[in-house]
């Protein structure tokens, strides 16, 4: 039987992730997702892409707010109802108005990077669609790559980590793919062609499978990087549209805005 085995939220784009037992939904994910992102003085985005030790930064969610900790640099904390203007900032190709979250976080961020940075937070007038292609009325997204959800499976993970240490490599674990939805049972890599689902009561559709970058290098603890999984994923995971491109896991719109999802909760492939 399939079931849900994990739930993760990413309060901060590209910082750590936090395992949670049940995750609420709002029309842009589990709520608390994503919802605050890092970028630079003109607005562009900043992931683990360019900046691998943000892996090292916990973001702990709680009634007041947002703590972000990291070793060597202590903490910062970030009060919910914090509004320090609104700033035009670029998640890809999209540009989005976010709230600023003050001089405070910036200045930690920078002690952290060594470079100037802003926080920025989902506010009021953010508005960001799904890519129109996968979309429909009412479809949008949180400061995520692309889409609301990205769901990964165990036996999935399995495979990949028997062909790694096929070819003499460290199984890797499932942080490395920041998943908001893990779940157990069933085939490695059927999700492939699963074109909707439903967990406790949420329905979801596919959208297509999620193609991997050098995130999945990053260890989640401390930041260095290594060659797997994508070594491996390319010997047998490469797109079919773009054989440039590997894949793992697959990326999920829900059409019911509102529900909860809980670990155990069982998944039915519709």
């Not at 969610?61 to 900032?89: Q, Y």
Request: net charge neutral; glycine share 10%; charged share 25%.
């Amino acid at each position: 039987m399939l079931q849900v085995s994990g739930l993760f939220l990413h309060p901060v784009k590209s910082c750590r992730a936090l395992a949670v037992a049940a995750a609420e939904i709002d029309e842009h994910g589990f709520v608390g997702d994503r919802r605050f992102l890092i970028v630079t003085p003109d607005g562009r985005f900043v992931t683990q892409r360019q900046e691998p030790r943000l892996a090292r930064v916990d973001a702990l969610l709680g009634p007041a707010g947002l703590r972000l900790a990291a070793d060597g640099c202590g903490e910062v904390c970030v009060p919910s109802a914090a509004r320090h203007g609104v700033r035009r900032v670029t998640v890809w190709r999209d540009e989005v108005e976010a709230d600023d979250c003050g001089d405070e976080p910036a200045a930690w961020l920078e002690r952290l990077l060594g470079q100037p940075a802003r926080l920025v937070h989902i506010g009021p007038t953010y508005h960001r669609p799904v890519r129109p292609s996968k979309a429909q009325p009412g479809d949008v997204v949180s400061f995520a790559d692309g889409y609301p959800f990205l769901l990964a499976s165990e036996a999935s993970l399995g495979q990949l980590n028997d062909r790694i240490q096929e070819n003499d490599g460290e199984p890797v674990p499932m942080n490395r793919f920041r998943p908001n939805i893990v779940v157990s049972g069933g085939r490695a890599f059927a999700e492939d062609v699963w074109t909707r689902l439903r967990i406790g009561g949420v329905t979801f559709r596919n959208a297509g499978p999620c193609t991997r970058c050098i995130v999945t290098t990053t260890d989640q603890r401390t930041g260095e990087r290594g060659k797997e999984p994508l070594r491996t994923l390319a010997r047998f995971r490469r797109n079919r549209d773009d054989p440039t491109d590997v894949d793992f896991a697959i990326n999920l719109i829900h059409e019911t805005k509102r529900g909860t999802i809980r670990i155990g909760d069982a998944v039915e492939v519709l």
